[in-house]
């Protein structure tokens, strides 16, 4: 089944709108980058998203049937230029099968490909199946930002992920950088 799996980089606005409508509230829980998809604001989310040129976007299918969207945004900032952010997400029914994981390995070769130096992301510490998945796929956790969030009235705190293209002892970079801090 994971051999059926393919990319498109674009859909039809139609597909990409009931793909959104059809993601259960669990789901949209963890997957926050839109804030509330309802019928009233979802045409403005996909018009906007499908428009966004800071995103690499990878629309994934099975069968005909669009089971995630997965994308990988650009930072603007010149110092950042090296730096890209992963975000994905799949509809319910397929997760925990193996497609995250094949999905984000392809976004990683692609990031790679594009010459980005670190791909970053962002998790809720709710979400052990994600964070064990990016753990798997050699990401290493940067911080926790505390109240980071707050989504339907409530503070959420998010873990921060970063995978490096070149990972030359980061652990005792980071050592390094904290003794440094604090020598005052």
């Known amino acids: ?10 859909i039809s606005s139609i597909v990409f709108k009931n793909f959104l409508l059809n993601l259960k509230p669990k789901t949209l829980a963890k997957f926050t980058k839109f804030g509330r998809i309802t019928s009233k604001n979802v045409d403005y989310i996909v018009e906007k998203e499908l428009k966004n040129s800071n995103n690499i976007k990878f629309f994934s299918f099975v069968n005909n049937e669009l089971i995630a969207y997965s994308f990988l945004t650009k930072f603007e900032k010149p110092s950042k230029k090296h730096n890209c952010i992963l975000g994905i997400v799949l509809v319910d029914t397929w997760q925990k099968k193996g497609f995250g994981k094949k999905i984000c390995k392809h976004m990683i070769k692609t990031a790679w490909r594009k010459n980005f130096e670190k791909i970053w992301l962002t998790i809720y510490p709710d979400n052990v199946g994600a964070y064990n998945l990016y753990l798997d796929l050699g990401f290493e956790i940067e911080g926790i930002f505390l109240n980071d969030e707050k989504f339907r009235g409530t503070l959420k705190h998010k873990v921060s992920m970063a995978i490096f293209k070149k990972n030359f002892q980061n652990e005792s970079k980071r050592k390094s950088i904290l003794k ?5």
């Open 1 to 10: 089944m994971l051999n059926q799996l393919s990319f498109k980089s674009r």
């Open 180 to 184: 440094h801090l604090n020598l005052k």
